[in-house]
Each structure stands twice: as structure tokens, then as C-alpha cells.
């Protein structure tokens, strides 16, 4: 049977995630509603994608007993609110990055899926590419030995994208030192630097993050200039390096 989506909010990243999920067989993968704060707007966006239910309020999708898991595509402010009443309606959550404005709200919201014992993930997709499936079976099969140091660098002219200037969102590769991605880790010690734009986000960011037995990972990110966008996972026995773009699923 068919996972059933709804989408809360019809916005540009709710229509992004709704045409990629479009190309998965329909046998597996299906949006049979959507929710967004005015009526209207939801039903140009279920005429667009060919979804059957339009609601005018996020409260119906969540009372939809035809939707098995919600994604929240919002503007990040409202992540909280929404993901909240979905997880207290019994409905699982995708909920797209960042997936709450700090820590406070994001422990909130992870613990509340744990008590309603409810599937909960912010869609950092990177997550799934296919070269980070690579490094977790290079690491677990230690081609590399002992890895000490990670290199990355993530930089694109975006200073201009909107949502960019008010949430900027960027995944390193220092969780190469998180027991092949499955168990957090955090540094001993962190040195950074960078500079805001006028909204109060990161627009550059250089890291160095020092881990126990001496392993180091330095990170550098910017919105207003193109890096080489590559990563160097350096071990005892060798050195990886994915090079192309880090933040696609074209990463080689």
C-alpha cells in the first residue's frame, strides 16, 4: 500500500518536494492532500499537482484520516506550531530544514515524538546521496584506518535568494567522526569565525571543530562566493576525496 502524504503549506519548497516525489511510482508514494492558510492557495496547488483534498487550515489536514505522514514545507517561523499540532494528531513528520528557529524548540519537538512514539526527521537530504552510503561503507570496512581529519568547503553565490538571507542551513562533513553517521559526537573544542548579513544569518562561516584523540574536522561555508564545494576524509591508510557538488545527488 501507498504511504499517503499531506503538505502543510503550498508554497515553492512544498511544489519542489511534491514534483520530486512525483517520480517515484504511485504504488509507493502518493499526496492525497494539502493544507495552506488560505483555501485558495491550496486548491491551485491540488489542481497543479493533481491532489485530491484542499484545505483552508492546517487543523483539517491534521484530522485527515486518509494522510499517513505530514510534510511540513512552511516558512521556518510557523515549523514549531505546525509540526507540533501534526505529532499531537498522530501524524508522523517530514519537516523541511531548519526544522525549528533553536535548540529550545527543536528538543521540544523531538521530544514530543518520542512520547507519541511518531517518526520525526528534518529533510536534510544530503543525507541519503549516494556518496555518503560510500563513505559509510568505506568507513565500516576501514579502507581508510584511523581517520583524523576532514576538510570541507561549501560555498555558492546565494546571498540573494530569499529564503537564503533568512535561514541558511549547510551540512559538513565533520559527522564522518559520528560512528559512521549513526551516534553524535560532539567536539571538544570549537574555533569559528564568520560574518552575518543584515537579517542576522551566516553569510561565511570558517570552522575548526577538535574532536578527542586528536582528530580535526575545518569547515568553510559562504553565500556570495563559489568554492571548489569538495571534501578530503583523511585516514591513516588513505584519503578520500568527493569532489563536484556536496550538495547534490551527483556528488562523485
Same mark, same amino acid.
Given at each position: ?6 503538505i502543510?503549506?503550498?508554497?515553492k519548497i !512544498?511544489?519542489? #518536494?511534491?514534483?520530486a516525489l512525483s517520480?517515484?511510482?504511485?504504488a ?5 492532500a494539502v ?12 489542481t497543479l499537482? *493533481?491532489?485530491?483534498?484542499a484545505?483552508g487550515?492546517y487543523e483539517?489536514l491534521?484530522?485527515d484520516? %486518509? @494522510?499517513?505522514?505530514? /510534510?511540513?514545507? !512552511? ?7 505546525i509540526t507540533?499540532?501534526m505529532? *499531537?494528531?498522530?501524524?508522523p513528520?517530514? =519537516? ?8 529550545k ?5 523531538? %521530544?514530543l515524538a518520542?512520547?507519541?512514539k511518531?517518526?520525526?526527521m528534518?529533510?536534510?537530504? !544530503?543525507?541519503?546521496?549516494?556518496v555518503?552510503?560510500?563513505?559509510r561503507d568505506?568507513?565500516?570496512?576501514g579502507t581508510?584506518g584511523?581517520?583524523?581529519? @576532514?576538510i570541507?568547503?561549501?560555498g555558492?553565490p546565494i $546571498?540573494?535568494v +530569499?529564503?537564503?538571507?533568512q =535561514?541558511?542551513v549547510y ?5 564522518? #567522526?559520528n560512528? /559512521?553517521?549513526k551516534? /553524535?559526537v560532539?567536539p $571538544?573544542?570549537?574555533l569559528?569565525s ?7 544569518v +551566516?553569510?561565511s562561516?570558517?570552522?575548526?571543530? %577538535?574532536?578527542?584523540a586528536?582528530? @580535526?574536522a575545518?569547515?568553510s ?5 563559489l568554492?571548489? %564545494?569538495?571534501?578530503?576524509i583523511?585516514g591513516?591508510k588513505g584519503?578520500i576525496? @568527493?569532489s563536484?557538488?556536496?550538495f547534490t545527488?551527483y556528488?562523485c
Open positions: 500500500m501507498a504511504t499517503r502524504w499531506g502543510a503549506s503550498a508554497g !512544498s511544489h519542489d #518536494f511534491v514534483t517520480v517515484l511510482p504511485q509507493e508514494h502518493v499526496v492525497v493544507a495552506a492558510r488560505q483555501l485558495s492557495r491550496a486548491k491551485d496547488f491540488a499537482h *493533481n491532489i485530491k483534498a484545505y487550515s483539517e491534521a484530522k484520516p %486518509n @494522510v499517513d505522514v505530514v /510534510y511540513v514545507g !512552511s516558512i521556518h517561523p510557523q515549523h514549531m506550531q507540533s499540532l505529532l *499531537n494528531s498522530g501524524k513528520c517530514l =519537516v523541511e530544514k531548519p526544522l525549528t528557529l533553536n535548540l524548540e527543536t528538543k521540544q519537538l523531538i %521530544n518520542r512520547n507519541k511518531l517518526f520525526l528534518e529533510a536534510i537530504w !544530503s543525507r541519503f546521496f549516494p555518503y552510503q560510500l563513505l568505506e568507513l565500516k570496512a581508510l584511523d581517520v583524523l581529519q @576532514v570541507a568547503n561549501f555558492i $546571498e540573494n +530569499d529564503r537564503i538571507k =535561514v541558511f551540512m559538513n562533513y565533520s559527522m564522518i #567522526f560512528k /559512521y553517521f551516534l /553524535y560532539m $571538544e573544542k570549537i569559528a564568520g560574518s552575518l548579513n543584515k537579517e542576522g +551566516d553569510s562561516v570558517a570552522a575548526i571543530l %577538535n574532536y578527542d586528536g582528530k @580535526v575545518i569547515i561555508t559562504h553565500t556570495r562566493a568554492f571548489p %564545494n569538495e571534501a578530503f583523511v591513516t584519503t576525496k @568527493v563536484g557538488t556536496l545527488p556528488t
